[in-house]
């Protein structure tokens, strides 16, 4: 009897992964297997979808049009990426280093400051910023107008070669309250005795970080490279609210996001039309990418003791 | 308060049920005018008030059909239409594209043949009526509102400055100098955005470039090629547009442009016929110039856009009552409806349509005197292969004014696209 209890015991915890579990497996599972089995099927109107192989894959690498935009709306997500990686991070790491010091008078206003714009929609802060960079009225413009700047007033999104990074920025400055945050978590961590220890020992602030603290933050690092990676992989609004889903001006703001909708959701204006299928093996190697891409984070930024 | 909820809950069923059963014998006591609501699909989300009005009016005729007006966002129409007619969720009655993207719908099979609605054969020019016809001349949907194309300019403006009207594309240049040397910005058009450009601009002033409809059929039939002298001549001519637009002319977006000649800061701006509500609250005078043609044209041309249809879904419940809609849109009623209520800008094109009061309206329909008319040059045929004639028009035009291509390679981009899946390109 008493080994009955023990054995409905040790499965009761069935029971509590369960409501998670269902949820997981209907909205996270299944669409994306789905979407992996859409990538192999075509849609052409009432004959239905049929089965295609690797056509969609074959088309999306080998018809000239389709592959020259993928690869370079590839390419600019790296860029995307990188922009995110030196500026959104390293800011981060920055403001969460002056945060933490107890001697910082405020910091609880400074923490609001920089959390606050990644409580705002995107659509309303890219709007925002468009209109900030206005070449007409924009108030960039007329500040550098106003300090005898005119010649670098200049119309910030309509060039092909700056206006990618400028919209990394922008969405830098939206989200750098999350590292922030969690770099800031991550340094109240660690405990006291090793600042003393270091004091003692006449450790500069520049040691104590190089040596204390940014080694102690390795897995917090590793986390938010995974998060930065995986967001900036399937970012699309920001683009869409800064330039359009062609990628304005001239394609060099298209990102995967707004290749994918292009693709698979909107179609191409005018006419529309979405070829799912192709949309689907986009996504499909996206996913496949960042699958492998997290997998590599976690491995490299693994903590050595394998905790935090 | 378990007790309550339940009680509330049968209170509610019972209700329902009462209520129903009412409609029920209602309708049963007057069985020959069972009331009937139709869905009508539509890219136009601005317009709801105006077809509501509309279709008010047809209410008022026939009121045991009701027609619920229910619009998706224009950039996503295409998808979630096809998304719905699919799933069999369609609208009974639907805002049809021109050309290609209609011949698909009506090829895949979601819409119906409308030859056999009442009036449709005398209601409507053949001109007209081909944008919505198949190869073989099927009518999947009726010509329903079309929309101009031309050049708004502030009257103003060019009264201090003595300017009249362009005789010429280079007389339109000499005007665009002489304003822009009075400070002001000749062209409120800008690149950001992109279809603007493309629609607005491109294809605005390709008619009087290529010579019209006929001029186009060459280029279908092979007769002439998509790299041609005249062709060049056209990117040529929007590549001269680049030191009359506004500064930071590659971030200024269609809002931008119309904010840009509403204030009175741009004397002239491409733009089609749906803009006329817009600049109805400003305070200047204003009116709308036909894009000038290169100098030594015989003739001159406007794109006059067939825009929407009306097109019934193949397997609706109440194929009778969208035909009586369908044939009441073209009858006097209907057009005289159309031409009251429909927003300024979009033309009804029944030939009973009555006269339109807007003057600046009228100033668009006065263009099409005198002068040949064409649809946009990429809808009839480019639009049904990747590139497509649109895209690489769209390119062509960005390329040549940012200094990207010279008008000869965005000519010979353009043959080259079109000959990827275009046979008269090759």
Known sequence: MGNSINKNRSFRWFIYILPALAIYTLFMAFPILNSIKLSFFTESGSEGSSFVGFNNYIK????PETSARYW????NTWVFFAVHMLVQNI?????????????????GFYRTIIFLPATLSILVTGYIWKLILNPQWGAVNLFLKSIGLGK???????????????????????????????????LNNIPDDLYEAAEIAGATDFQVFWNIKLPLLKPVIGIIAILTFVNNFNAFDVVFSMANVNGAPMFSTDILGTFFYRVGIAGQHPVGIPDRGLGAAVATITFILLSIGVAYIMRITKSDKGEV | MKKSLCLLIVLLLAFTNLTANGNKEAGASDAANQSVELIMGSWRTDDAEQMKAVLGEFTKKYPNIKVKFQPTIPAEYNSTLRLQLEGGIGPDVMYARSFATGIQLFNDGYFADVSNVLGYNENYSDSNKSPWMTKDGVPFAIPFAAVSHGIYYNKEIFKELGLTKPKNWDDFLSYCQKIKDAGYIPLANGLADEWDITEVVFMNIAPNFIG?????????????????PEVVKLFEAMASLKPYLPSGYEAISYNDSNALFATGQAAMYFDGSWTIGTFADVDFEWGILPPPAPAGSKSEYITFHADAGMAMNTSTKHPNEVKTLLSWFGSSDGAAALAKYLPTGFFPMSENSVVIQDSHANEFLNLNKGRGTDVRWAW???????????TLMQEGSIGVITGYLTPQEAADQFRAGLAEWYTPAK
């Open chain 1, 152 to 186: 670098f007033a200049i119309a910030w999104l309509g060039d092909p070669n700056i206006a990618l990074i400028i919209i990394s920025l922008v969405s830098s400055w939206q989200w750098v309250g999350m590292p922030t945050m969690m770099f800031l978590a991550g």
């Open chain 1, 72 to 75: 370079s709306a590839f390419r």
């Open chain 2, 380 to 390: 009839p045929e480019l639009l049904a292969g990747e590139p497509s004639g649109y």
């Open chain 1, 91 to 107: 800011l981060g790491i920055i403001f969460a280093n002056f945060l933490s010091n107890k001697l910082l008078k405020g910091s």
């Open chain 1, 60 to 63: 999306l690498f080998t018809h």
């Open chain 2, 212 to 228: 019209g409809m006929e001029g186009r059929l060459a280029y279908d039939s092979g007769k002439k090629k998509f790299n041609g």
